[in-house]
């Protein structure tokens, strides 16, 4: 059997029955109809090997980046094959700007949507035009507009709905000419008259800084989401907590007419005694405890061990629970804490 380690970042020792590559939609197709349980991958940063998987592994790899423009946007189709960070590199370049506070998040072009990748204030539906899908089932190829993919906070249609019913071969994008900065996040408000290629250099040396390595400690980022909570939570916290951060969620986020916030994750899991903790080889990062790491030698039983020991945590003294934002994969497909 095949290791799957060096196809996820956070390198734990799994295999599988067998590992393909695919850069056309019919080779995907006679790939896909040929094997009765599949696992659809692309750059291997948000799934996570915790045993062997008894199906065949697909490596989405799906290249291409096409440019036109108008009077008022540039439009990219891009494959989704392609690295994530290298295409943003590649719009500062060209000067298409809009994607710099996502520069160095790791994983493929196709993922972003799945996700609904974000950070520094900004995340990738904003700039998202269309998704180019293939229906599994069917082998028919569809055109998604941004307002069919259901976009929330980490969260979309593709992770819902159309979990596991579709590949995604291309991202379109659209990035207006007339662009704003966004800079009101963390570090980035102190940058004295910020342009898109400082935003971009101050977020890599940010998350150089703060995040670890894969090459050097095995990780899949951020393996928690943020959780987005009612006022009424925040002000019960607050009452042990006076300076607990957060952020107020646009009603229109999740919509409710009640005010909610979002509370960091990584403050959380801070105040539950679990930064630089270790199980084995699984260690909370001492600078962001938002991430697992890999210390090399790593089970998969005890990456499910700490989470699910820091979900319990939290939730016992906070009264939150904890999201993972991986994507666990078992024996048979994926599983939840």
């Known amino acids: 059997m095949p290791s799957l380690k060096r196809y996820s970042t956070f390198g734990l020792d799994a295999d599988c029955a067998s590992i393909h590559g695919f850069s056309d939609i019919p080779s995907f ?40 423009d108008d009077e008022s946007y540039h439009y990219l189709r891009v494959g989704a094959g392609e690295n994530w960070h290298d295409f943003v590199t590649l719009c500062l370049e060209n000067q298409w700007y809009g994607l710099e506070n996502l520069a160095l998040i790791p994983g493929s072009v196709g993922a972003s949507p799945i996700q609904n990748i974000g950070a520094y204030g900004i ?13 599994l089932d069917t082998g028919e190829k569809t055109l998604l507009k941004n ?11 593709f992770k819902n709905a159309l979990a596991n019913k579709v590949l995604i071969t291309h991202v379109n994008f659209k990035l207006p000419k007339a662009h704003t900065l966004a800079t009101s996040y963390g570090e980035l408000a102190a940058l004295e008259k910020p342009t898109p290629e400082s935003i971009y250099h101050k977020v890599i040396e940010i998350r150089q800084q703060k995040l670890p390595d894969p090459a ?45 916030v979002k509370i960091p ?9 679990f930064k630089g903790a270790t199980l084995n080889q699984v260690r909370c990062h001492p600078t962001q405890p938002l991430v697992l790491t890999n210390l090399g030698g790593a089970k998969g039983k005890d990456v499910i061990a700490m989470a699910s020991d820091i979900i319990a945590t939290v939730y016992d003294k906070f009264a939150i629970k904890l999201e993972p934002e991986v994507r666990l994969m078992g024996s048979k497909g994926l599983i939840s804490l």
């Open 265 to 273: 994750a990584a403050w959380l899991i801070d105040q539950s005694g």
């Open 216 to 260: 050097t400690f095995g990780n899949a980022g951020s393996f928690f989401k943020n959780p987005v909570v009612p006022m009424s939570v925040l002000a019960n916290i607050s009452k042990q907590y006076d300076t607990v951060p957060h952020f107020v969620v646009p009603s229109s986020d999740v919509q409710s007419s009640d005010e909610f």
């Open 29 to 68: 197709l006679s790939l896909y109809n040929s094997h009765e349980t599949v696992y659809l991958l692309g750059g291997g940063s948000n799934s996570i090997f915790t045993e062997d998987f008894q199906g065949a592994v697909l490596v989405n790899e799906i290249k291409g980046i096409s440019h036109f």
């Open 147 to 157: 307002n069919d993919c259901a976009f929330g906070y980490r969260d979309s249609i």
């Open 123 to 135: 995340e990738v539906n904003a700039f998202i035009d269309t998704v180019e899908i293939v229906v």
